[in-house]
């Protein structure tokens, strides 16, 4: 069954340095997003990106942060100089559809901001 | 703005014991609704959906929940959990008619089987 994958699992890295998060979704989707989860929290919507364009950003989603499908299979999200309070899960997921379709998830990048 | 409370934070059970996982949600729209499951080191995995019809929906592992309007609730329930059903696990809701889905989860329940 096709899924959606991330790398890397866990990325450790200093307050103020850039990194950047990579998932591939299921080949034929076309609906993509990135959601986080601080440690004991409630997973968060960040963006959501269709047709090479943001479709939907929430107020976390600050000019630190970009999405970019480079490559017709990747879909990346890059947080320029990263904070403490950056340190979280990042999941990806993608659908083929809105509205009913089922979003699937990847099994999330660990972020550590030290 | 949607909002989704789930009630408990943790809720232990026997073994072959039924369990409910409430969840209550807020919205000035009609939703959808859903409820996803996070295995240990895992990302999250649906175990059913409610669009429309039938307010009882049936999902994977035996899990079923029932979409109540009138409470603006949207219940997990399994007559008999397994050692195998712990984890964690999300209710979301998401807006009808908007664009890409973003969905709203809730804070999430860990449920903990024991012997």
């Known amino acids: 069954e096709p899924e959606v994958t991330q790398t890397p699992s866990h990325q450790v890295t200093q307050m103020g340095q850039e990194v950047i998060l990579r998932c591939v979704p299921i080949?034929?989707?076309?609906?993509f997003y990135w959601y986080r989860q601080i440690l004991g929290q409630k997973v968060e919507f960040l963006v959501s990106?269709?047709?090479?364009?943001?479709?939907?950003k929430s107020e976390i989603f600050d000019d630190q942060f970009s999405v970019e499908r480079p490559d017709g299979s990747n879909f990346t999200l890059k947080i320029r100089s990263t904070k403490l309070e950056d340190s979280a899960m990042y999941f990806c997921?993608?659908?083929?559809?809105?509205?009913?379709?089922?979003?699937?998830f990847g099994p999330g990048t660990r972020l550590t901001v030290l | 703005a949607q909002s989704v409370t789930q009630l408990d934070s943790q809720v232990p059970v026997f073994e072959e014991a039924p369990v409910e996982l409430r969840c209550n949600y807020s919205?000035?729209?009609?939703?959808?609704l859903f409820w996803y499951v996070q295995y240990p080191n895992q990302g999250l995995q649906l175990l059913l959906k409610?669009?429309?019809?039938?307010?009882l929906v049936k999902g994977i592992n035996g899990f079923e929940a029932e979409f109540n309007k009138s409470q603006t609730s949207f219940h997990l329930r399994k007559p008999s959990v397994h050692i195998s059903d712990t984890a964690e696990y999300f209710c979301?809701?998401?807006?009808?008619?908007?664009?890409?889905?973003?969905?709203?989860f809730g804070q999430g329940t860990r449920l903990t089987i024991n012997p």
């Open positions: 997921a993608s659908n083929r559809d809105r509205g009913t379709d089922t979003q699937y």
């Open positions: 080949s034929n989707h076309l609906y």
């Open positions: 990106f269709y047709n090479n364009e943001i479709s939907e």
């Open positions: 919205s000035s729209v009609s939703v959808y």
């Open positions: 409610y669009l429309s019809g039938s307010t």
């Open positions: 979301a809701v998401s807006e009808l008619g908007r664009g890409a889905q973003k969905l709203v």
